[in-house]
C-alpha cells in the first residue's frame, strides 16, 4: 500500500476515534488525539464492539474485503482469515478492571491490585497467534515441523524465545502484561468467563474440555465467537504467555504492578505467567483471572502466544 492511502486511512481512523463513545475521555501519550502508529494500518471499526482494529503490516496480508470497502465477516461477526492474514490487533479502551462478583478466597491477590489499576490504552491480536504469522515474523520457522496447518495457533516457542521475537525482530509489538491480558479476557464482565458464569456457556463457546469428557484438540484460530471486545479463543485452544515475571511462594518481596499496564517484573524471574487455560485442560483453568507459570526456558506444545503493543507517540 502506497504512503498517501495509508496516511488517508489513519486520518480517517484518528477522526472516528476522536468522536467515538468507545473511546471518550481516553489518555493518549501524544495528547488529545491518537496518531498514526508505526508497522500498523487501519482496517475498520468493528460493527458488533464499536471498537477499531488494525493490521500488524509485517505479519501477513488484510482481511478480505467486500465490495463496498468493508472487511468481510461471516453471520456472526467474524473476520473471514486465509492462511496468509496478518495479525489483527484491537484499540482497547482504557479503564479500570472490574472485580468479579462472588468472589471466593482461591482469588490471587494480585487480582485485587489489578482492580486498582488505570489501564492505558493499548492494543491486543484479536487471535492467537497462528503458525505461518509466526513463521513470517519470527527467526525460528517451522516450530512445530513442515507448515502443514498455517492457521492453527503457533505453540511450543518457549518465553525467551517468543519475547526475542516480538520485542527484537517485529519493532514495536509485545507479549501483554497480565494485567492486560485479563482486563481483555474479562472485556467489561464481572464473571468467571466472559460468557457467564454458567460452565456449559463456556463449554459450548470456547475451545476447552468439557467437564467428564476427553479433551479436544486444538483448532484453527478464530473459529469460535468472539467476547464482548472482539477477542477470540480467549478462553482456551492454547495457553498463552504473558510478559511479566512470576515469583515462587518462597520469592520476596512481592511485586508491584506498573501504573498503565499492570507489568510485574523481576529480571532474575525464571517464571514467567500462562493465561487463558488451553483445550486439553476444563473451566477452572480458563477463568478469566486463573494464571499458572513455566520456567521461561520450557516450551510446551500447549503454549502460544497473543501479541500486543502499547501506545505510542
Request: net charge negative; hydrophobic share 40%.
Amino acid at each position: 500500500m502506497r504512503g498517501a492511502e495509508a496516511l488517508a486511512r489513519w486520518t480517517t481512523a484518528i477522526d472516528a476515534i476522536a468522536s467515538s463513545e468507545r473511546y471518550a475521555g481516553q489518555r493518549w501519550p501524544s495528547g488529545a488525539r491518537l496518531v498514526p502508529q508505526l508497522g500498523l494500518l487501519p482496517l475498520e471499526e468493528n460493527p458488533r464492539t464499536g471498537l477499531w482494529e488494525f493490521l500488524f503490516a509485517v505479519s501477513g496480508e488484510e482481511p478480505a474485503r467486500s465490495a463496498d470497502g468493508a472487511c468481510l465477516r461471516d453471520e456472526q461477526g467474524r473476520l473471514v482469515l486465509d492462511d496468509e492474514t496478518g495479525v489483527v490487533l484491537v484499540l482497547v479502551p482504557g479503564g479500570r478492571m472490574p472485580l468479579e462478583q462472588g468472589l471466593r478466597s482461591d482469588i490471587p491477590e494480585t487480582h485485587f491490585e489489578f482492580a486498582k489499576l488505570d489501564f492505558d490504552p493499548f492494543f491486543l491480536a484479536k487471535h492467537e497467534l497462528t503458525n505461518s504469522q509466526w513463521d513470517r515474523v519470527s527467526t525460528r520457522p517451522w516450530l512445530s515441523g513442515p507448515l502443514t496447518e498455517p492457521s492453527m495457533p503457533a505453540s511450543g516457542m518457549n518465553w525467551l524465545e517468543g519475547r526475542a521475537m516480538v520485542e527484537r525482530h517485529v519493532g514495536w509489538v509485545r507479549l501483554p502484561t497480565a494485567a492486560q491480558w485479563e482486563y481483555a479476557c474479562r472485556a467489561g464482565t464481572r464473571t468467571p468467563w466472559w460468557t457467564g458464569a454458567d460452565e456449559a456457556l463456556l463449554v459450548e463457546a470456547e475451545n476447552v474440555k468439557p467437564p467428564g469428557k476427553e479433551a479436544r484438540p486444538f483448532r484453527r484460530v478464530g473459529l469460535g465467537p468472539a467476547n464482548p471486545w472482539g477477542f477470540h479463543d480467549i478462553h482456551g485452544n492454547v495457553w498463552e504467555w504473558c510478559a511479566d515475571a512470576m515469583l515462587l511462594q518462597y520469592e520476596r518481596p512481592k511485586l508491584t504492578s506498573r501504573p498503565g499496564d499492570g507489568l510485574r517484573e523481576r529480571e532474575s524471574a525464571s517464571y514467567r505467567p500462562i493465561r487463558g487455560g488451553a483445550a486439553g485442560y476444563g473451566p477452572a483453568e480458563a477463568r478469566s483471572y486463573f494464571g499458572t507459570g513455566l520456567p521461561f526456558a520450557h516450551g510446551v506444545s500447549d503454549v502460544g502466544m497473543r501479541l500486543a503493543r502499547p501506545v505510542t507517540r
